[in-house]
């Protein structure tokens, strides 16, 4: 199976099934220097694993992860960076009767027309199990984007139609659903009482937020910003649609609505300011100094114990119920999730951009600028 290495300048390979013996992750590309310890990864992967409330997954794992290599004496030594975390509570006898048919609005069937075989266990690679790689390499590169001043933070912003009416990033950690507003996240936990009680699940956004970020990071064609941020959302599991700033809703507007009008610096030589932020920090692929916003669309879990039709092996019809232990909802336990893609990509990109100008590298190399003919 190829598709399982992201980055480029500061990339990772996950690894690992939902049922199998362990999980983890290979960071490479990472500069030697950086402070890090399993405390640092803990903390962020203590935010994705299930069992946090009773709108998550009621499997019991602590997800406790092991750095096995790429640091000496609590800092990253510039090699490749290995990190595990062991599967603890499987139960695989859950899944049996899943081998034969294919479960509405999983991969399923895509596994058995491109490989013929297919590891029925929990989803296998396409498991949620399987973000623990990714968030594991993004608390890496969040520690990154720290030391040069740039804040990653994302909450849940909608979930089941209930839109948050107020941002108090504050209070995301004293709801379930990681909501920025108390009264939207109260509406929730209303509507997912009564979504579990029909046996069915929620759907939801995720919204994200790059305090700091300097302008001019991003390529002009291929590897835009945005591009690369979508890319990087896309391939989380249940993502169905992404948009940066005003996304969609801009395609109704006009120009003069649209368009961000800039402004002159605080202090002379600093970056320009803009009047409003449509655009979502981004414009023509790179940041433009501003806040960048992103969010994504996740679709409801499509594991529920609700009769559903579909077919098996045979392709003749039946009647199924999924059992085993599912999120009622993706949103809380994705919120980290994205915000790990969006850091990984971020440092992905200044990393590249650290080649842009002639200047820039002679004067890590202490050579005077213009080079002498």
């Not at 992404?242 to 610096?265: C, M």
Request: proline fraction near 5%; include cysteine; glycine fraction near 12%.
């Amino acid at each position: 199976m190829s598709g399982s290495i992201y980055g480029n300048q500061f990339r990772f390979s996950t690894w690992g099934e939902s049922h199998g013996k362990a999980i983890g992750v290979v960071v490479d590309g990472c500069p030697a220097g950086l402070p890090l310890a399993e405390e640092d990864i803990q903390s962020y992967l203590d935010r994705r694993k299930p069992g946090q409330s009773r709108y998550t997954t009621k499997r019991a794992e602590s997800d406790a992860v092991e750095i096995l290599s790429g640091v000496f004496e609590g800092r990253t030594t510039g090699t490749p960076i290995s990190m595990m975390v062991r599967n603890m509570d499987q139960r695989s006898k859950d899944y049996s009767e899943i081998a034969s048919y294919y479960r509405p609005g999983h991969a399923d069937y895509g596994y058995d027309a491109k490989y013929g075989f297919r590891d029925y266990r929990g989803g296998g690679r396409s498991s949620g199990r399987e973000t623990i790689g990714r968030v594991a390499a993004g608390a890496v590169a969040v520690k990154i984007l720290s030391a040069l001043g740039i804040q990653v933070r994302a909450y849940a912003e909608e979930i089941a139609g209930i839109r948050c009416g107020s941002v108090d990033l504050s209070v995301c950690g004293d709801n379930p659903f990681y909501m920025p507003d108390a009264e939207a996240a109260a509406r929730v936990q209303a509507a997912a009482e009564a979504a579990m009680a029909a046996k069915d699940s929620l759907g939801g956004v995720v919204a994200c937020l790059v305090s700091h970020m300097p302008p001019g990071i991003g390529e002009p064609v291929f590897d835009k910003l945005d591009a690369c941020l979508g890319k990087a959302l896309f391939s989380i599991g249940a993502v169905k649609g992404v948009e940066i700033g005003d996304g969609f809703a801009a395609a109704k507007s006009t120009g003069s609505a649209n368009n961000d009008g800039f402004l002159p610096p605080e202090s002379p030589g600093g970056p320009l300011n803009k009047a409003s932020n449509h655009a979502g920090g981004i414009l023509g692929g790179m940041s433009d100094g501003s806040e960048i916003l992103i969010r994504a669309a996740f679709k409801p879990t499509p594991s529920i114990a609700r009769e559903q039709q579909t077919v098996n092996l045979d392709g003749e019809p039946v009647t199924v119920s999924i059992r085993g232990r599912h999120d009622p909802m993706i949103v809380p336990r994705a919120v980290v999730v994205v915000e790990a893609m969006t850091a990984v990509t971020l440092v992905d990109l200044l990393f590249a951009g650290m080649t842009a100008r002639m200047e820039g590298i002679c004067r890590f190399y202490g050579t005077d600028f213009p080079v002498k003919q």
